[in-house]
């Protein structure tokens, strides 16, 4: 299911956070927004959810107007993982996963044999099985992460919303993370900080700058110098990786001419 945001504009206490916004992002696609902090990367993706409505302009979901969707209709096609998603509750961590089912049922009903299912497959799949019987309270940064992801995957969304999702997680789950998402089908939308990690994944790339959209297209066609230069004020290299042919960005770090070096 395809996702389409048409002149979205976000304006709170007289401030334009998001201007004019448009961007598609295809049925199955991977799309990531970049940009520097404040570029409104993070308040377009909550118009996406539903925590935020539009000062102006319109999300499409498919061929529906999300406004026009009832929340419970709209959580079962979307799911997000937000930069403040919390888990404060002393649930078991497969109690949390296992909420993202509330969407799916009407009231309080116990799991059948497909949804317990449905989750033991996330709990592996986000590697987090063994953590199934402890306390969300004793988990870490990154083993958080992982659990609010899995209970995004069980609410059998059409499309996932991710701010940050590689927040917390070490070298090993950020490459698996990323695996996943460029073999999961499902349309995802993506706010990133690191480049390299974008260009690794990302089908396209969006980058926004003051909450306006700068460019968008391939990472090869996004992440170049000039472009770097001007949203970011940093210097780059941009060199091919060698296995799989993604752009990889090498920053230029300012040498000063004053700092001798000291001899080892």
Not at 206 to 225: D, F, I, Q, R, Y
Request: hydrophobic share 45%.
């Amino acid at each position: 299911m395809g996702l389409r945001l048409q002149d979205v504009s976000v304006e709170i206490s007289g401030t334009v956070l998001v201007d004019k916004l448009c961007l598609d992002v295809g049925a199955g696609e991977v799309v990531g927004l970049l940009g520097p902090n404040g570029s409104g990367k993070s308040t377009a993706l909550r118009c996406v959810y539903r925590a935020l409505k539009p000062s102006g302009g319109v999300v499409w979901l498919g061929g529906d107007d999300l406004s026009e969707k009832g929340m419970r209709d709209t959580a079962r096609q979307i799911a997000a993982l937000t930069q403040d998603s919390r888990a404060e509750l002393d649930f078991t961590v497969e109690e949390v996963v296992a909420l993202g089912r509330a969407p799916h049922q009407g009231g309080n009903l116990r799991l059948d044999a497909r949804e317990r299912r449905l989750c033991r497959d996330a709990l592996a799949r986000l590697d987090i099985t063994h953590l199934a019987a402890r306390s969300v309270l004793t988990l870490s940064g990154g083993e958080r992460q992982r659990v609010l992801l899995a209970r995004a995957l069980v609410q059998e969304p059409a499309v996932l919303v991710l701010d940050e999702p590689t927040n917390h997680l070490d070298i090993r789950h950020q490459v698996e993370l990323l695996v996943f998402l460029r073999g999961c089908g499902l349309t995802v939308i993506t706010a990133l900080h690191e480049l390299n990690l974008a260009a690794a994944v990302c089908q396209r790339i969006a980058l926004l700058c003051e909450g306006s959209l700068v460019t968008c297209g391939k990472p090869a066609e996004v992440l170049t110098p000039d472009t770097i230069r001007s949203v970011f004020g940093v210097e780059a290299t941009v060199v091919t990786h060698p296995v799989t042919g993604a752009p990889q960005l090498l920053f230029d770090l300012p040498v000063d001419s004053n700092t001798e070096e000291i001899p080892l």
